[in-house]
T-cell receptor, first 115, second 113 residues
Framework: GAGVSQSPSNKVTEKGKDVELRCDPI?????LYWYRQSLGQGLEFLIY????????KSGLPSDRFSAERTGGSVSTLTIQRTQQEDSAVYLC?????????????FGPGTRLTVT | GNSVTQMEGPVTLSEEAFLTINCTYT??????LFWYVQYPGEGLQLLLK?????DKGSNKGFEATYRKETTSFHLEKGSVQVSDSAVYFC????????????FGGGTRVLVKP
């Protein structure tokens, strides 16, 4: 079946603009995660959605970052007033719940470049 | 807090050489441990896992043993191939703290023919 998909694959934006990154998880996966991969910080957790529970936002670096998940499926990560330090690859992952929740399936990522 | 430390790369090897990538962790609670791999041009994928002390995860000729006494989860392969060239990430998860993964910095491995 289809894996996790993300769009766009690449995004170049000017400093100060807002961007939206999209993630389509694997069908049937109730958990969805956003991570960021950057040269200076490695791979870091941003936010986690699990079913109808309140999301775990503990990894969001500032209030310029937000995410939503509509209908328990597609998720959008929004970065407002982008800064150069936001340049990174943004990764989305999804997983089942319960005993198989440990295996997260990652998408190819969106490479964001802020100029 | 939780953290994972792994050896910095790049690690350059010849084909059929023995590979070890060291990984140690700090965790509040009892973590599950993972190795993820990122092949060139591909997304991250789970390589192997261990959920309790002394468990050995294995896949594709790679092995790692969960050592609670040394808080380590070193990755090993006895005979690497060119196709093993990739970036390897050690990670942990504390289930009681949600399913988010805490990753190490990644180790790039280059296997030369």
């Amino acid at each position: 079946g289809a894996g996790v998909s993300q769009s766009p694959s690449n995004k170049v934006t000017e400093k100060g603009k807002d961007v939206e990154l999209r993630c389509d998880p694997i069908s049937g996966h109730t958990a969805l995660y956003w991570y960021r991969q950057s040269l200076g910080q490695g791979l870091e957790f941003l936010i986690y959605f699990q079913g109808n529970s309140a999301p775990d936002k503990s990894g969001l670096p500032s209030d310029r970052f937000s995410a939503e998940r509509t209908g328990g499926s597609v998720s959008t990560l929004t970065i407002q007033r982008t800064q150069q330090e936001d340049s990174a690859v943004y990764l989305c992952a999804s997983s089942l719940e319960g005993l198989r929740s440990y295996e997260q399936y990652f998408g190819p990522g969106t490479r964001l470049t802020v100029t | 807090g939780n953290s994972v430390t792994q050896m910095e790369g790049p690690v350059t090897l010849s084909e059929e050489a023995f590979l070890t990538i060291n990984c140690t962790y700090t965790a509040t609670g009892y973590p599950s441990l993972f190795w993820y791999v990122q092949y060139p041009g591909e997304g991250l994928q789970l390589l192997l896992k261990a959920t309790k002390a002394d468990d050995k995860g294995s896949n594709k000729g790679f092995e790692a043993t969960y050592r609670k006494e040394t808080t380590s989860f070193h990755l090993e392969k006895g005979s690497v191939q060119v196709s093993d060239s990739a970036v390897y990430f050690c990670a942990l998860r504390i289930q009681a703290a949600g399913n988010k993964l805490t990753f190490g910095g990644g180790t790039r491995v280059l296997v030369k023919p």
